[in-house]
């Protein structure tokens, strides 16, 4: 099994390689694939060092698989390139997600759809991820009507930049702000670019992704997307309304019954999810399980995950790993 990892070196690239070794993806031949600057540094991977390569070389070696964390105009440009060669690609980027030809997968919820025909295979925004695993049983048990979620999202979401920006303000040094404002002691209401109608791009994806996962248009997501100084880690509030009333009881089975999810919820003891605890690990985590009592059928959550794990490595790695469990590859 050839791999490339193309965007190696950058933050969700690090920990995709980390994910791979950890969960022991058959790699005979791997591939680290870098921008021209970084063409010829070295990379160490299971012990063993390996030479970063363009990406024209990558597609030359026709890797059986490539997984893409390198921006959405290095997606949209060479993904097609390798498709080409035969490579399947999972990219991680939002270039392909809203694409009706590809496939925009979480594979506890429809990597069942993914057939050899898939050549370019899409990662869904990180936000979306966590959200989609916690709802997807309670969708099926009690039809989802309508979504309004908040976040509170980690610098590291937007990448290396702001997280070196949080720590220069936690140590006074002035330096590159990634950010039109300062992060630390502070919540930006601004992930992504604004569009139009008054929404960001980050706000946006969460509204529509959710309906591709589901396959499903019958009900709606309204999003507003915070950046908090977290170094890791992103958080939601969730408020959802289901068409068939619930009990408490059986939604916290439901949820812990879901793979990939783990219940957090005792208000006694305090025990809730939260970033820091959530940090370097692969589940999804819920709490705050309580109903909304100014409406029917309305329930509230708390959803926490690591979003460079979950929310990008992990949840590509499972669909490479679906696939060549299935011989799809």
């Not at 490339?4 to 950890?22: D, I, N, S, W």
């Not at 694939?33 to 390569?53: N, P, W, Y």
């Not at 809203?98 to 050899?116: H, Y």
């Not at 404002?181 to 994806?205: Q, R, S, W």
Request: net charge negative; aromatic share 6%.
């Amino acid at each position: 099994m050839k791999v490339a990892v193309v965007g190696a070196t950058g933050m969700v690239g690090e920990v995709m390689l980390k994910v791979l070794a950890e969960r022991n993806f058959p790699i005979t031949e791997l591939l680290v694939v870098a921008s021209e600057r970084s063409v010829g540094k070295k990379l160490t991977f299971q012990g063993k060092e390996h030479t970063l390569i363009g990406l024209e070389t990558a597609v030359a070696a026709k890797p059986d698989i490539a997984i893409f964390s390198a921006g959405g105009d290095t997606s949209l440009e060479w993904a097609p390139k390798f498709a080409a060669v035969g490579t399947t690609v999972i990219d991680n980027s939002s270039a392909w997600r809203m694409d009706s030809t590809k496939k925009l997968v979480v594979p506890e919820i429809n990597a069942t759809e993914l057939t050899k025909d898939d050549k370019i295979i899409a990662n869904p925004n990180c936000s979306t991820i966590q959200m989609v695993l916690a709802l997807s049983s309670l969708h099926k048990t009690y039809k989802m009507k309508r979504v309004v979620v908040s976040t509170y999202q980690s610098v590291s979401g937007t990448g290396v930049k702001a997280v070196q920006q949080l720590e220069n303000e936690i140590a006074g040094i002035q330096g590159e702000m990634a950010y039109p404002y300062p992060i630390g002691k502070n919540a930006l209401p601004h992930c992504d670019v604004f569009l139009d109608n008054g929404y960001t791009k980050e706000e946006m994806k969460l509204a529509r992704e959710p309906q591709k996962i589901f396959n499903d248009r019958s009900f709606s997501v309204t999003a507003t997307a915070v950046r908090i100084p977290t170094a890791g880690g992103h958080s939601e509030s969730v408020n959802v309304e289901f068409e068939n009333d619930f009990e408490l009881s059986e939604v916290r089975r439901l949820l812990s019954e879901t793979p990939g999810i783990v219940v957090q919820d005792n208000t006694d003891t305090n025990t809730y999810p939260m970033p820091i605890y959530a940090h370097g690990k692969d589940d999804v985590f819920v709490g705050r399980i309580r109903r909304d009592e100014t409406q029917p059928n309305t329930l509230n959550m708390w959803i926490v995950a690591d979003n460079l794990r979950k929310g990008a490595a992990t949840n590509a790695v499972q669909i490479a790993e679906y696939l060549v469990q299935n011989q799809l590859v």
